[in-house]
T-cell receptor, first 115, second 113 residues
Framework: EPEVTQTPSHQVTQMGQEVILRCVPI?????FYWYRQILGQKVEFLVS????????KSEIFDDQFSVERPDGSNFTLKIRSTKLEDSAMYFC?????????????FGAGSRLTVL | GESVGLHLPTLSVQEGDNSIINCAYS??????FIWYKQESGKGPQFIID?????DKRQGQRVTVLLNKTVKHLSLQIAATQPGDSAVYFC????????????FGAGTRLAVHP
């Protein structure tokens, strides 16, 4: 069964450092997403991406965050200058046009720890 | 990919029993309500959804009930199995957007043999 693949599984970084989290969505999917989950809290929407541009973003997704689809397979989330409160599990998700708006396929997540 | 929550409500059931997981939502304008399951070490996985103009929808061993009067959503799992042990999240979606799923707090389901 096709999977969304995320790397790294866990990254530890110092406050103020840049972090790039990588995702390989399912190959025929057209819509891409990043969500995050702070330990013990809800899964929160960050950003959606379609047709090579951001289609929607949340208040969390400020100018410290950016997304990119540098080639036909990767989808990245960059945090320019990490803060302690960025520590969370970051989930990438994708969907195709036919599966319906509610059916996202999530990756296993990248745990980010900011010290 | 654990969604370990220090204060997640937990539902404990015996294998073979039916489980009912509840969720209260706040946005009356949501067009869809969805249930996701998150097993330990994995990302959320879609289970079933229901449109806001319906009050019941059945899947394989699962039924979702929607009560718009009291803004309540429930997921019923028939003949619960050990593999059903996970954290269950309800979510809302508004049609016409780009699928900004709004997740609720999770409920941990623990299935005992």
């Amino acid at each position: 069964e096709p999977e969304v693949t995320q790397t790294p599984s866990h990254q530890v970084t110092q406050m103020g450092q840049e972090v790039i989290l990588r995702c390989v969505p399912i190959s025929n999917h057209l819509y891409f997403y990043w969500y995050r989950q702070i330990l013990g809290q809800k899964v929160e929407f960050l950003v959606s991406f379609y047709n090579n541009e951001i289609s929607e973003k949340s208040e969390i997704f400020d100018d410290q965050f950016s997304v990119e689809r540098p080639d036909g397979s990767n989808f990245t989330l960059k945090i320019r200058s990490t803060k302690l409160e960025d520590s969370a599990m970051y989930f990438c998700a994708s969907r195709n046009r036919d599966s319906g708006a509610n059916v996202l396929t999530f990756g296993a997540g990248s745990r980010l720890t900011v010290l | 990919g654990e969604s370990v929550g220090l204060h997640l409500p937990t539902l404990s059931v015996q294998e073979g029993d039916n489980s009912i997981i509840n969720c209260a939502y706040s946005n009356s304008a949501s067009d869809y309500f969805i249930w996701y399951k998150q097993e330990s070490g994995k990302g959320p996985q879609f289970i079933i959804d229901i449109r806001s103009n319906m009050d019941k929808r059945q899947g394989q061993r699962v039924t979702v009930l929607l009560n718009k009067t009291v803004k309540h959503l429930s997921l019923q799992i028939a003949a619960t199995q050990p593999g059903d042990s996970a954290v269950y999240f309800c979510a809302e979606n508004r049609a016409g957007g780009y699928n900004k799923l709004i997740f609720g707090a999770g409920t941990r389901l623990a299935v005992h043999p």
